[in-house]
């Protein structure tokens, strides 16, 4: 009997990996990448860029996500100048990278990227969660070439690196998730997921996409580098939060702070995992982000979970389009 059971979840496997394979298949041909692959060093990056003008702005995701989860964002922000959105390593249409996945190494891939696509400064970048860490070693590493800045429900390094024992547990039981899913992914499991709809039954915001759009998201959820990428992200935070600890404040950078209340929406899935934790760490960050600029001000999505922009995408364009305004104005004023 245990031998029977054993080989029909064996052909069952079978079957959904060999389905899984050519669903993908199928899959890249209808949609292929909306923007360039640039090589960046023996591996290929994706990068989308939209609309015209200047400053331009340049997103980084949350660990986790990739760039087109903030298509409702950016597709609006390109109405009134150039938009630029990439994916890192493993995520959306990147390809996998060898080298590690610290924010030291994402920032030298992404300038590698946008001067080979010719992206010319000056720059607002948008740093989304994990991707504040971007924005901010950047504008550290390039700062004739950065303007302004809005960070996302950003993580600050301080938070991370005295994290209590308590998000260190839950750290590692998410690294073992993303191990399990990425296996998972292999034999076609997270496909399935999402042809029962189960993406959008746990994330109802998702409806808002079109469908062509939330497929390029599923597609990345559907890769076994996506969740690759994101333990190899979460497993090198110390070393990325210790990257940024030594950059210094950002002057008198325009600076905006979108934070939120709670890092997830409250449901159903919500109620059986300890996010209390979670939302007293994220809420100690936001005024040490502040902090780093004597130019800064705080805007809160108060209706919206850690993925503002799927949760409250106004709030992000409102946040981004008035700061591209003060940029414009200071510089007319100083060309005066």
Known sequence: MIILIISVLLILLLTTSIYHAVAS???????????????VGGYKLHLYSIGEGSPRVIFDHSL?????????VFNEVAKITKVVVCDRAGYGYSETSPKPRTSAEIVQELHTLLTKADISQP???????????????YADKFPDRV????????????TVLNFPLSIILIKIVFLIGFKVTQISANFGIIRLA??????EFFKKELRQFNQNDL???????????HWEAMFREVRDIKPSSEQVKNTGSLGDLPLVVVSVQHFLKRSLLTFFLPL???????????????????????????????????????????????????????HLSKSK
């Not at 890249?28 to 990448?33: E, H, I, R, S, V």
């Not at 720059?123 to 070693?137: C, E, H, K, N």
């Not at 999402?194 to 993406?199: A, K, N, S, V, Y």
């Open 25 to 39: 298949k199928i899959e890249q041909d209808k949609y292929p990448p909306p923007g360039q692959l640039i090589d």
């Open 64 to 72: 986790g996500s990739l760039g087109w989860s903030n298509y409702l």
């Open 123 to 137: 720059y607002i970048f948008v740093g989304d969660s994990f991707g504040g860490y971007t924005a901010r070693l």
């Open 147 to 158: 303007v302004g800045m809005v960070l996302t429900h950003a993580l600050h390094e301080d």
């Open 194 to 199: 999402g042809l029962m709809g189960l993406f």
């Open 215 to 225: 497929m390029r998201l599923k597609m990345s959820f559907y890769s076994a580098k």
């Open 276 to 330: 209390k934790q979670v939302d007293e760490a994220w809420t100690k960050m936001q005024p040490e982000l502040l902090k780093l600029s004597s130019n800064s001000k705080e805007i809160v999505a108060e209706d919206s979970g850690h993925f503002v922009g799927i949760d409250q995408p106004e709030v992000m364009i409102k946040a981004i389009n008035e700061l591209i305004d003060q940029v414009r104005s200071q």
